[in-house]
């Protein structure tokens, strides 16, 4: 695969937010969202070809238990991905898989993060397929207005996810984005009992890379 970073943090979204993480972050990506809070890495030139064996090594040189496998977007890798994640299991690594879900790869991650762009890419079968995998499942959906967070609701609706597992994230690439949109989403996401997706790594560390 080709890598745009490896470093070791804590997860900013979803489920694990707060717990220390190394994250392997590939370059090159499939979409191109004009918003997008790793923009280092939608090009595969913004990386370098790591063989899975020396990123087996490097990850085992932090003393963490789960992995996140981010980009970019990891799918476009299928292959290397798939075997990753083989090798990661057999270490008892908790990995996670964060994905813009435009493709679908046969592998075990111990969690599936789904963040399907509403107007970029939105595939409802490779959706379907994602959601109906043999792991835990999260889904993380960018909105930027509540027309935006409606049609967001509205279009996951039909899939029958539980509701603990769908956010709603605010559009924010900067700390100040975060606050205001914050102030408008969690008032929406209260009124429609669904969750508010934080991102914790744009209010510490206003998205900076390597964090
Ligand atoms: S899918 Fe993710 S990595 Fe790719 S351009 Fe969109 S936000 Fe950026």
């Given at each position: 695969m080709i890598i745009n970073e490896i470093f070791l943090s804590v997860q900013g979204e979803g489920i694990y937010t707060g717990v220390p993480s190394v994250f392997v972050r590939v370059a090159g990506c499939n979409l191109n969202c004009?918003?997008?809070?790793?923009a280092y890495a939608k090009s595969d030139e913004s990386g370098t070809e790591i063989s899975n064996s020396s990123l087996l090594e490097q990850i085992q040189e932090?003393?963490?238990e789960h992995v996140v496998i981010t980009?970019?977007?990891?799918?476009?890798y299928a292959e290397e991905l798939k075997d990753l994640c083989g090798k990661l299991n057999s270490l008892r690594k908790k990995i996670t898989i964060e994905t813009n879900s435009t493709i679908y790869v046969d592998c075990n991650p111990h969690l599936l993060s789904l963040s399907p762009k509403l107007y970029q890419g939105w595939d409802e079968d490779i959706l379907k397929k994602n959601l109906s995998k043999n792991c835990d499942i999260q889904i993380k959906i960018v909105v930027d207005s509540i027309e935006e967070a409606v049609d967001a609701l509205k279009r996951i609706e039909k899939f029958n996810i539980e509701k603990e597992k769908i956010f709603l994230m605010p559009n924010a690439v900067t700390r100040d984005k975060h606050i205001r949109g914050a102030a408008w989403l969690v008032p929406f996401c209260c009124k429609n009992n669904v969750r508010f997706g934080g991102r914790l790594q744009t209010l510490l560390w206003n998205s900076e890379k390597g964090k």
């Open positions: 004009p918003w997008c809070d790793s932090y003393n963490v980009g970019g977007e990891p799918t476009i």
